[in-house]
T-cell receptor, first 116, second 115 residues
Framework: AQSVSQHNHHVILSEAASLELGCNYS??????LFWYVQYPGQHLQLLLK??????LVKGIKGFEAEFIKSKFSFNLRKPSVQWSDTAEYFC??????????????FGRGTQLTVWP | DGGITQSPKYLFRKEGQNVTLSCEQN?????MYWYRQDPGQGLRLIYY???????QKGDIAEGYSVSREKKESFPLTVTSAQKNPTAFYLC??????????????FGPGTRLTVT
């Protein structure tokens, strides 16, 4: 089975600091990669996704992520965080096996707290 | 307004009782999923269904059951056999993978407390 590792369980930053959240996965084939965000009291929603093409993908609210195939990584970044970015962030992966796309696997999540 | 609805938002039950959580979607998605979210454990897949009248076990199916009689509905029953049922339950849906598109859309969740 695949696994998804998010190494940072809780990150605390001050506003305007830069953010990088790590995500590594275990599957060696073709993958689709996602970052989801869960703001306090809100639905889990898609932040950004990678299917193919440019490994640097941009999402909502100024977030971006870079797919590095050789490192099996899909780290999330934001140059300057805001208090409103306080949320839990989940990395997720699914893998193609031939012409079949498998189910989604989620990491354990990273709680980001931004102090004003 | 398209989306996924889960009801109720909060649910309380006594130990030993079965309880059914509702999930409805009007996105015309074929695939639906149930996840359990516990602090520090991320989302764990309980059951999923890629088409009506068919479903598969996820990673933690023991103590749960589902049905998929209609495309828009995927109810989850938490049975008395589930040893630790208190959790936040999330329902999701997606189109089947076509041309690489496979993002999942999530409902607001149901917080179940069993005492």
């Amino acid at each position: 089975a695949q696994s998804v590792s998010q190494h940072n369980h809780h990150v605390i930053l001050s506003e305007a600091a830069s953010l990088e959240l790590g995500c590594n996965y275990s599957y060696g084939g073709t993958v689709n990669l996602f970052w989801y965000v869960q703001y306090p009291g809100q639905h889990l929603q898609l932040l950004l996704k990678y299917f193919s093409g440019d490994p640097l993908v941009k999402g909502i609210k100024g977030f971006e992520a870079e797919f590095i195939k050789s490192k099996f990584s899909f780290n999330l970044r934001k140059p300057s965080v805001q208090w409103s970015d306080t949320a839990e962030y989940f990395c997720a992966v699914n893998a193609w096996r031939g012409s079949t796309l498998g189910r989604l696997y989620f990491g354990r999540g990273t709680q980001l707290t931004v102090w004003p | 307004d398209g989306g996924i609805t889960q009801s109720p938002k909060y649910l309380f039950r006594k130990e030993g009782q079965n309880v059914t959580l509702s999930c409805e979607q009007n996105l015309n998605h074929d695939a639906m999923y149930w996840y359990r979210q516990d602090p520090g454990q991320g989302l764990r897949l309980i059951y999923y269904s890629q088409i009506v009248n068919d479903f598969q076990k996820g990673d933690i199916a023991e103590g749960y059951s589902v049905s998929r009689e209609k495309k828009e509905s995927f109810p989850l029953t938490v049975t008395s056999a589930q040893k630790n049922p208190t959790a936040f339950y999330l329902c999701a849906s997606s189109h089947p993978p076509l041309g690489g598109s496979y993002e999942q859309y999530f409902g607001p969740g149901t917080r179940l407390t069993v005492t």
